[in-house]
């Protein structure tokens, strides 16, 4: 697989970034062969690297060069921490390099994006397309039995999509089967197939790993490799666009996309756009390329002697993100983690290389996490009076709260509704470090497990904005991770349920009573401790997104519900900057069920 080493003048689409979003349009839209596509990405091609296609890899390339190596500005909230934020930089963008889990969001949250003024995205309107996008590979019925698959319900899941989603290969592992009997026995057993919509409770999670080669399944091999080998189809990687052009205009009028100016291999090319521009840059960078274009703050702009093509102060607010972090607990005699391999011990690595290379199994075959589960609050969800409390409690934080926080504490206040998830790690996490992944580097010798706390929904906002006009600069990120007060007092109610679930059964028994764990502070007694321990450790789950929001703009918005950015006549914008509500779960696989309707939202009007 290879990047066309031509530059063509001109094509019916120019999309502006080769990751998870741009390739899935660049596959469906030249689907008509009457149609010429030019993708533009920054990266290079990393198909045929290992540690992209080894599932457990996926963590040596935080900070490396296919990472585009942002960081926060300080966040007061978090002891002024800078905060890394790992973002794709190759063929297949952020499906390249994360952990790989495939989880589905809440039909709640999708549906309040229709409430908040997207009144076309609902969730029956974009589950088909998430079944669009993968092929569900199951295990065999023995691992089915043992990972407590009893839930799974195929007619919401994808049969014939490009990806390839699986289940954790592990009926050797005692500790997923645990886990899901952990949230049975505590009253947490999942209660429907989570991409239904509408789930609670303990699982096993899916990944994009192909079940027959135990490797990643990704953007860059399920959608772009079958695009290339179309004629009319140019993917060019170490691009970088600087800009979108624009026809001159009167100032009453929408502008018009002319094309990109982009810089290949040291010499600066113009693209023409005969339909339209599709940005899919990303959650920090689209909303940069935007800025460089003129489309933005108008005060912003003129700081950096931008001319301003269109003054809208919405573009790069509204950044939302998944906090997270997790207590390490040390293990029983004879419980096997993956502690040697993050150690680099030499045994462990060639055995685990020898396994992975002969058989495609052991540790190597899985990705970053197996186990989940959608929870509530505990306190807040018995079977009465659970809504009117948890909707107090609630409000007292919440004096004059906007419409996404309010759509945020409709949600929040049903019956048993998830305020987090919860993750296990088969290894031990050091958070406190800042490190280039969750992962750190500072590691204790003996072996751990993990339990992990996402969070769900924040009530924080954020913004990414330009830092220069010069478009190799970084842009200046501040995700003001939890500014809002009720943030940390819901994240540290969601992380003293953690003490609870290390002491239930079955689980409890793999872990040593009075054991080491990964930090001084994780032994949690209280509020104020679980706070203070949020404050030295929480990091990113890398899911930016919100930045070019899908709203009206009298409420924030950048784009129109069929993607195109306000003030424009053929610039699109498709990729996680357009969720106006961040889903409660890992983004990806709604950024490629996002793809997939405006391919067909695109295609509908090309045909008129």
């Not at 043992?146 to 999509?161: E, F, M, P, T």
């Not at 190597?364 to 969800?381: E, I, K, L, T």
């Not at 926080?405 to 470090?433: D, G, W, Y």
Request: glycine letters at 8%.
């Amino acid at each position: 697989m290879s990047a066309s080493p031509s530059v063509p003048a001109e094509a019916d689409y120019v999309i502006v970034g080769g990751g998870t979003a741009g390739l899935v349009l660049a596959a469906r839209l030249s689907e008509d062969p009457k149609t010429s596509v030019v993708v533009l990405e920054a990266g290079k091609d990393m198909t045929q690297d290992p540690r992209v296609n080894i599932p457990a890899l996926w963590t040596s390339l935080m900070g490396s060069e296919v990472d585009w190596q942002y960081q926060t500005s300080p966040q007061a909230a978090l002891g002024d921490r800078c905060i890394k934020e790992p973002q794709g930089k190759l063929l297949g963008g952020s499906s390249g390099i994360n952990g790989q889990a495939f989880i589905a969001p809440s039909k709640a949250g999708i549906d309040a994006w229709s409430k908040l003024g997207a009144t076309s995205w609902t969730w029956e309107a974009l589950q088909p397309f998430y079944k669009k996008s993968y092929t569900l590979q199951l295990p065999d019925e023995t691992t089915q039995e043992h990972i407590g698959l009893s839930w799974l319900d195929k007619d919401n899941h994808g049969s014939s999509g490009p990806l390839k989603v699986s289940f954790p290969a592990v009926a050797q592992d005692p500790l997923s089967k645990a886990w899901v009997e952990t949230f049975e026995s505590t009253g947490y057993g999942l209660t429907s197939d989570p991409f239904s919509g509408d789930s609670t409770g303990g699982y096993s999670i899916m990944a994009s790993v192909d079940a027959e080669t135990k490797t990643r399944s990704y953007a860059a091999l399920g959608y772009g490799l079958p695009a290339m080998q179309r004629p009319d189809v140019h993917i060019i990687t170490e691009a970088l666009v600087h800009k979108i052009l624009f026809k001159p205009t009167s100032e009453t009028d929408d502008v018009t996309a002319t094309g990109v100016e982009t810089m290949i291999q040291g010499e600066l090319h113009q693209i023409i756009a005969k339909r339209e521009v599709i940005l899919s840059a990303g959650a920090l960078n689209t909303p940069k390329l935007l800025e460089l274009s003129g489309i933005g703050n108008a005060s912003i702009l003129r700081q950096f002697n931008i001319p301003v093509v269109v003054d809208n102060p919405n573009v790069g607010e509204n950044l939302q993100d998944h906090l997270m972090t997790g207590i390490s607990f040390e293990v029983v005699e004879g419980v096997h983690t993956g502690d040697p391999l993050l150690r680099q011990e030499p045994t462990a690595l060639q055995a685990a290389m020898q396994l992975y290379t002969e058989h495609q199994t052991g540790p190597m075959a899985s990705g970053g996490v197996q186990s989940g589960a959608y929870m509530p609050v505990r306190g807040f969800d018995g079977p009465q009076g659970s809504q009117d409390s948890m909707a107090t409690y609630m409000d007292r934080f919440l004096a004059q709260p906007d419409n996404r926080q309010n759509a945020i504490r409709e949600i929040f206040a049903q019956p048993k509704a998830p305020t987090c998830s919860n993750v296990m790690f088969l290894a031990q996490a050091n958070l406190h470090e800042s490190g280039k992944s969750f992962v750190g580097q500072d590691l204790l010798p003996g072996n751990f497990l993990s339990l992990g706390l996402i969070q769900s929904m924040p009530f924080s906002r954020g913004h990414v904005h330009i830092s220069s006009a010069d478009p190799s600069d970084k842009p200046a990120i501040d995700p003001r991770y939890l500014s809002h007060p009720l943030d940390l007092d819901l994240f540290s109610r969601n992380l003293l349920d953690l003490e609870r679930l290390h002491m239930a059964e079955p689980l409890a028994r793999f872990l040593k009573p009075n054991g080491r764990r990964n930090h001084p502070d994780a032994f949690l007694t209280d509020l104020d401790s679980a706070k203070r321990y949020i404050r030295d450790t929480a990091t990113t789950t890398y899911h930016s997104c919100g930045t070019a929001a899908m709203l009206p703009t009298e409420s924030g918005g950048v784009v129109d519900e069929r993607l195109r950015v306000y003030g424009t006549t053929n610039l699109r914008v498709c990729d996680a900057s357009i969720f106006p509500l961040i889903p409660a779960a890992n983004i990806m696989s709604t950024v490629y069920a996002v793809a997939e309707r405006a391919a067909d939202l695109i295609k509908s009007e090309a045909g008129k």
